[in-house]
């Protein structure tokens, strides 16, 4: 899109985002529309760390008596982080229609607080697990385990003040930062208190 365009409604039409190459979804992330935002780049993240924590423990079954349960645990966060891509993508895109006709803008933000912590819920299960791994897992991959951890902490604080500002009071504000807290707690247990 150049510059002298406007950008399209992030309602309309929102792509399906996970069928996109990774060069093409990172050009949507930096173009001039409004979505895919932050919540969906968290979502990925959170995906992403989940699929690398998949790999440790697939590879960890020599080290690890529980390596095939947690990589079904893994897939199945994956599974879970991998559609709030587009969901946050949509819900953001109600909120921008609800505040260009001025109706419905408190429901339409409450909706866009719960995409987020979805995310933040499943990202600090996802940095739990990584961390799990980083110190049972196969010890060639304990990288990748640390990797996941960090980059589902990141995701995980990130939606979790996505819901502070869309919704900053409440019980998902609060849960929200209970989750972003045991993401940082999974990591502090891989990094010690960097």
Known sequence: MSGAETPRRASAAVEEYLDLPLGRFLELVASRRPAPGGGSVAAAVVAAAAGLAGMTARLSSGHLDAAPDLSGEADRLR????????????????VLEARRSREGVHEALSEAAEVPLQIAGV????????ARLAGEGNPNLKGDAIAAVLLAEAATSAAAELVRINEPEGERVRQAGRFARAAAEARRTVTGDR
């Open 123 to 130: 990202g600090a299960r996802v940095a739990r697990l990584a």
């Open 79 to 94: 599974e879970e982080a991998a559609p709030l891509v587009r969901a946050d993508a949509e819900a953001y895109g109600r």
